[in-house]
């Protein structure tokens, strides 16, 4: 069975930028230090993975978010986040050959997120049997786990599996969705349910098992006071909940053997 390595581009290369800005380089060096070890972290990443087929992805050309259909259903959507250093976004086609030098391919979108992009690979390798290893810190794939698709947080030397979510959040990852549904991502500056935190949020979940079955609970004559909150900002959590779900369906225009790993692997995917 295949077995396939995505690797989040940028959650991945942004933390190595970050590490080297603090070793008092100059903008150029850090940036060639970032490639030297952009090379050696994927060789290990392959080399521990051991995967089938690979690939790195991208948001959008030159690192840049991509205006997609979140930002127009919710145009405050990740407003506030800290941008991209300058040097870091002008040497990132750079970085993108990086990944090739080592047999790894890149994709990149214009309309697309990279996690939508992640989930729609990896869920549809999962549904044929395959194994997926996402290499990323972003807790956002978590609500992806199942038996064949892992996270890997190579960073702090984890796994972002269901008991680290039962850890985290005390609930399964297929609640995840409807806990930030509640909670709102700080991040990505989705707000959720005013007046609704993480220890609410898990308890509600606990009880009603998920979003739908609260939202009828709601219209019971004797609501409860976090079940009143939802029922008066049922349309901000209804958002929330489309909003931090990925999307699994993206037509990807590539197939599975264009990614083997090694690239020479011969022509079985």
């Known amino acids: 069975m295949p077995h396939l390595l995505i690797i989040d581009a940028l959650n991945l290369i942004r933390r190595l930028h970050a590490v080297q800005n603090q ?3 100059t903008p150029a060096q850090a940036l060639i230090a970032t490639r030297t070890n952009l090379i050696n972290t994927t060789r290990k990443l392959l080399a521990s993975s051991e995967p089938t087929h690979a690939i790195a992805v991208f948001d959008g050309e030159s690192g840049c978010d991509v205006h997609s259909w979140r930002k127009e259903v919710y145009p405050a959507y990740k407003e ?3 941008p991209m250093p300058d040097e870091l976004r002008e040497g990132l086609a ?3 050959d ?3 030098e080592c047999g790894v391919d890149a994709l990149l979108s214009q309309t697309d997120e990279a996690d939508d992009l992640v989930a729609t690979l990896a869920s549809g390798l999962a549904q044929h049997g395959g194994r997926v290893t996402i290499i990323s810190t972003d807790k956002g794939f978590c609500q992806l ?3 064949q698709i892992r996270i890997r ?3 702090n030397k984890r796994w972002l599996d269901a008991a680290f979510v039962q850890q985290q959040y005390g609930v399964a990852p297929a609640q995840l969705v409807d806990f930030w549904a509640l909670t709102g991502i700080g991040g990505s500056n989705i707000k959720g349910v005013p007046g609704i935190g993480p220890k609410t949020a898990t308890q509600l979940l606990l009880q009603y098992g998920d ?3 609260m939202l009828t609970a709601c219209e019971q004559e004797h609501t409860a006071r976090p079940l009143l909150k939802l029922r008066q900002h049922k349309e901000e959590a209804l958002l929330a909940q489309r909003l931090v779900q990925l999307q699994r369906d993206i037509p990807l225009g590539f197939n599975l053997k264009e990614i083997r790993y090694p690239p020479d692997a011969g022509a079985q995917a």
């Open 23 to 25: 070793q008092g380089l």
């Open 211 to 213: 979003l739908a079955a």
């Open 145 to 147: 786990i199942c038996p």
């Open 80 to 82: 506030g986040r800290t």
């Open 94 to 96: 750079d970085l993108e």
């Open 153 to 155: 947080d190579y960073f």
């Open 98 to 100: 990086a990944f090739w």
